[in-house]
């Protein structure tokens, strides 16, 4: 029997990304699966896409944070329970975080790490605990070119796999009252980037005044601080987090994407569709790998060039889509075989070849 344990430790969005990779190791003959969470709540919503109950799901309470997104930090949870970690051959986590476990001199265990999200500043090839993987499962071409030339990552540990989330989306549900098309506006969580701190508030105003269309306010669940924007607007939708904030739900039913540096813009772009990008820090951003999605939709720079910007939108899209066509075909790769059905064979073969 091959145990393999799958680290629950982030927020829930996280999980949409290792589930379904989980959810096929379990039914692998021979392979047990558990799922280590410090969060009940974490542990319910994992249980719904489990109905068959086929994942062993083990609490690791670590304080009294206990929500879908308030969670105990995880270096607090990395010190507690670091007895029971390094009793796994394997761990698999979606955060890089978990390479501190290898500053145990007891912990011998393998780390794999699905990388969760596609986007071109969320990549980080700054972060250098990513070489400390000894597997990197990541969706496109583009994860694997950038971790290889930034010295994180090799040809041989590193593996193109897709992006599973897509399998768990449910469609979505009525949103608005009216039929007048979506936006969706997600900002960054990381004041540097996002478009939230100094004119998130300016622009949620602005989107009041847009009666023709509906606008969905969706910042990422991580984000902390800024201005604490609220609307009694009928146009307007405000969601700080929750389930419909991370399931897919709002880029579905979405006709047009509104961001910054998020990594949702391209699950948003699954279907092609109009983007208009908020550069409110001036960044110079042509030719910067970083900014790559500037380059797939309007940019602008201030919240009054909204309205204008959502006129045209449609009439520019044809400009627009064969780009979006090749960002999409480079950040995730489309294969007739399931990303999780990939993830679990890179899992099992890297399984295999430690086992020998």
């Given at each position: ?15 949409l990304?290792?589930l ?9 003959p021979g ?18 896409f ?24 995880r270096?607090r ?72 030339a ?16 897509f399998?768990?989306v449910?469609?979505p549900t ?12 997600n ?11 100094m ?31 609220s ?10 987090g ?7 739900s ?30 409110s820090?001036?960044a110079?951003w ?51 075989v ?19």
């Amino acid at each position: 029997m091959n145990t393999i344990a799958f680290l629950a430790l982030a927020q829930a969005h996280q999980h949409l990304h290792w589930l379904p990779a989980a959810l096929e190791l379990s039914r692998r003959p021979g392979v047990r699966v558990d799922v280590l969470c410090p969060s009940r709540a974490g542990l319910k919503f994992i249980r719904g896409f489990d109905p068959k109950r086929r994942l062993n799901l083990v609490w690791i309470p670590a304080q009294w944070s206990d929500g879908l997104f308030d969670l105990p930090s995880r270096k607090r949870v990395h010190t507690l329970y670091r007895w029971l970690f390094r009793r796994y051959p394997v761990l698999v986590t979606t955060e890089s975080t978990s390479a501190r476990l290898r500053d145990d001199p007891k912990f011998h265990s393998s780390l794999i790490r699905i990388r969760h999200g596609v986007g071109d500043t969320a990549t980080r090839v700054d972060d250098t605990r990513l070489d400390q993987f000894d597997l990197s499962l990541v969706g496109g071409n583009k994860d694997k070119r950038r971790l290889i030339a930034a010295g994180l990552a090799t040809e041989e540990n590193c593996i193109v796999t897709g992006y599973a989330k897509f399998e768990l989306v449910k469609r979505p549900t009525r949103l608005f009252g009216n039929p007048n098309p979506i936006a969706i506006y997600n900002p960054h969580s990381r004041p540097e980037l996002s478009s939230w701190f100094m004119q998130g508030e300016a622009l949620v105003r602005q989107m009041e005044q847009i009666s023709d269309w509906n606008f969905v306010v969706a910042p990422h669940v991580k984000l902390e601080g800024g201005p604490a924007v609220s609307s009694t607007a009928p146009n307007v939708l405000i969601d700080y987090g929750s389930v419909r904030s991370i399931d897919m739900s709002y880029v579905q039913a979405a006709s047009l994407y509104i961001g910054d540096a998020s990594s949702q813009v391209y699950e948003f772009l699954l279907q092609p569709r109009p983007c208009i990008f908020i550069n409110s820090h001036g960044a110079a951003w042509q030719g910067k790998e970083e900014y790559a999605h500037f380059a797939l939709g309007q940019v602008i720079g201030r919240p009054d060039e909204l309205g204008p910007a959502l006129a045209r939108a449609n009439s520019l899209q044809q400009q627009f889509e064969p780009l979006q066509r090749l960002a999409m075909k480079d950040s995730i790769d489309d294969s007739p075989v399931p990303a999780s059905i990939r993830q679990a064979d890179a899992i099992l073969a890297f399984v295999r070849s430690r086992n020998r």
